[in-house]
């Protein structure tokens, strides 16, 4: 019983917990073990060289490359199966019954695999400290660097482990492949064109823009993985608790943040709508997929509010029903904000691009609503369907580049990405494109309302019986 | 107030209906056995009593606290223990215990004497540094139930507990579970094994197709008559055993049911036990040396059997389910 120290209860129990597992696992001690060995090969065999110069970029390489590969592609996979394996396993349920709530237990998953990427980076200061004495190390960028990669290590592990909650293989699949694309450019950025030396001086924090940089990149890093985490969340928690409601009051706060910066003179008429996009498609993805089980108790703390309350209940309700509804008001502010902060006409090829992409996702979400059985498995159906209509459309493309013929990219233009080969092809044509986009993609948004709206009426039930207990004394 | 309250609790997963108007109560500080076939309805109802999941209809209340509406509160007072339940890789039966009462809110010196008692009470305390994946399906199952007490819940659920245990194992744990009832603790226990629960159990519950057949002692339904309203009993003779069924197919309300080395089973259509002191008169009025004449027990198998051919029988009178509601299952379940 001694080895229970008391130091621990400071520490949240999913993160002790987390941690005994995580470091006695053979992944992290092979993991570890290896990173140690290559970086001591690679320093004896660099601090050998005669160019003392040229070793020191050499080793600054090397750990940026192992670190990479380490934080950005090993730990984060480590997260594949975080919460599916509790889930499959019959864990879950016993921790639900605790007094570790949903967020609680993810977050605890998650800080245990960040924290343990961050002994891994404890680790090669001293490696740091001995390049250092062969010269030409950029201190302040190297060091930003390393963070950076830390802190995308973090995000990708906030991904993969919110994520890691669909039971489906497949689904764990997309977050997969981000990570291996991501893994493959790190020899690229470190060793190809002008090596870490140039990013490096970029961060060594003398050119202002750098400063903007890295604000614009912790600010989305730090949304996509609270995204991430927050499906993660809402995957496990049962089905009484609302887990939608304040992640998309956060994406309307940073889509106001979005549209504050539009009106800002750093905004271009590219960067405006890039931000509109970035930080609002998280949030219409989660929305338009959510499964829609409402229960009385989510009901009750807005009826509580009156008229305000029932307002916002359209929007805020957790359920694809009320994501509609959140999207639709995402993208009337979006729109509203690009129509007037961009004073300079908007090129329209530009314009083609987001809305295509919009419309990518919402055909999928019209097509899920016919096509779910199962509410769970929404997000699994709208992948399958944002997969088929992307495959078409890259199957059109390539008959067009053999064939040349318009017309099969006019006969699919029902699916909005379609508009993405034939802007790049027929540019000449943008206007025409352009309105084309704009009726497909309010089609799809007229038909997706009209779906939320039926299932807004099958709500009615529910809500009377929230009202009924509202209105019933306390037991 | 009862420890557990089930009024009308319907659950239904899209056209099926799991649970089907189930309504019963079970007072504080009494072991109760939930019977029923795999897919009566068992597992669903223990689920949405230990708020894992929510009915469609109905209200379900432990101590008086709604299941739904109160979820969090619900949980302080319950101890579950599901049939299956998994263990983590990497973790010891001490680590195991130790990250449950954390997740509970114990700390310092309170856990760990938690965790001892425990693990006294359920002998794992020689397997406290064995690793909790590479443990018997018998000592999983103390594990779970040390689990379980940890938070020292008012009432314990137990989904088929002895599921798969060797007979060792299931003596062990139903010692367990007698102790704990001496506690005072409430215990709702679901098995298949009917005989071990009639000797745990102080009431039965019966489902079958996701509704209640049955709710009683196991006693009186040991004692109970079959479907039909009859009553066995055994009859030894000194001399011909032939003579008991000779003597039978003369009767109007007794018939022969089965033979026996000194007599045999007879079967009297009548709970009343003045017609069966009528029936023995007439039997020794007729010159049948009688020198045995005793009820049998019916097991609890041939209860629940008769019970059920009851139920199907139309005999017992079960109410039907209301339409399908729209509380999002329709098209919304999970």
Known sequence: MQILSDFSDHIPPMLVKELRQGLRAKAFVIQFLLFQSLMLIFLLSASSGADAEGAGTFISGVIFFIFGITAIFLQPMRGTTALSAEITGNTMEMIVLTRLNSTRIVLGKWFSIVSQTALVLVTIIPYMILRYFFGGMNIVGEMVMLLMIFFTSAVLSALMVGLSARANRFMRLVPIAIIVLLATSIPRIIFGGGGISSFASFFSMQDPAAYGVLAAYVLLGGYFAWCALNQGIAAIAPTAENHSTIPRLVALVMFALAVIFSFTSWATPLSSPIFLCLIGGPAILVALTEPSLLLPPICAPFLKRGVPGRIASVFLYPGWPAGVFFTALLIFIGVVTVVLSITAPQPEDQSVVFLSLLGSLLLPALLATFFTKIETKRFSVFILFLLATGLITILAATFLNIWHEEKILWALIWNPSIFLPLIEEYGSESEKILNAVIIVDAVILAGLLIRAGQAFRSYQPIIAEAELSLNAPHE | ?334
């Not at chain 2, 890789?89 to 997740?103: C, I, K, P, Q, S």
């Not at chain 2, 098995?191 to 009431?203: A, K, P, Q, R, V």
């Not at chain 2, 003597?247 to 022969?256: D, P, Y």
């Open chain 2, 1 to 334: 107030m009862s420890a557990l309250k089930v009024n009308n609790l319907y659950r239904y997963f899209g056209p099926l209906q799991a649970v089907n108007g189930v309504t019963f109560e079970i007072p504080h500080g009494s072991v109760c056995g939930f019977v029923g076939a795999n897919g009566a309805g068992k597992t669903t109802t223990m689920r949405i009593l230990a708020t894992l999941d929510y009915p469609t209809l109905g209200h379900a209340e432990v101590c008086g606290i709604n299941v739904m509406h109160h979820p969090s509160e619900v949980r302080r007072l319950i101890g579950w223990m599901p049939d299956h339940f998994g263990n983590y890789d990497n973790m010891t039966v001490l680590e195991y215990l130790d990250f449950y009462a954390r997740a509970l809110g114990y700390k310092g010196k309170e856990r760990r004497q938690r965790i001892e008692e425990v693990m006294e009470f359920t002998d794992l305390i020689p397997l406290a540094e064995r690793f909790s994946n590479k443990l018997s399906k018998g000592m999983t199952q103390r594990l779970g139930l040390g689990r379980a007490l940890l938070h020292d819940p008012q009432v314990l659920i137990m989904d088929e507990p002895a599921a798969g245990l060797d007979p060792k194992a299931r003596v062990e744990l139903k010692h367990l579970i007698r102790v704990l009832a001496k506690e005072g603790k409430t215990i709702f226990i679901s098995s298949h094994i009917l005989s071990e629960l009639g000797e745990m159990c102080d009431s039965l519950l019966f489902i079958n197709n996701g509704r209640i057949v049955h709710h009683g002692d196991s006693e009186s339904l040991k004692r109970g008559s079959d479907t039909y309203g009859g009553v066995l009993y055994d009859v030894q003779v000194d001399g011909d055993a032939q003579a008991v069924s000779d003597w039978c197919i003369l009767q109007a309300n007794v018939e022969f049911m089965e033979a026996r080395k000194h007599g045999g089973r007879i079967r009297i259509d009548t709970q009343d036990p003045t017609k069966a002191a009528d029936v023995l008169a007439r039997m020794v009025k007729d010159g049948l040396r009688i020198v045995e004449y005793h009820r049998e027990q019916r097991n609890l198998e041939d209860a629940f059997i008769d019970i059920l051919g009851r139920v199907n029988s139309g005999q017992e009178a079960i109410a039907t389910p209301p339409p399908l509601p729209t509380v999002a299952d329709q098209n919304l379940l999970s």
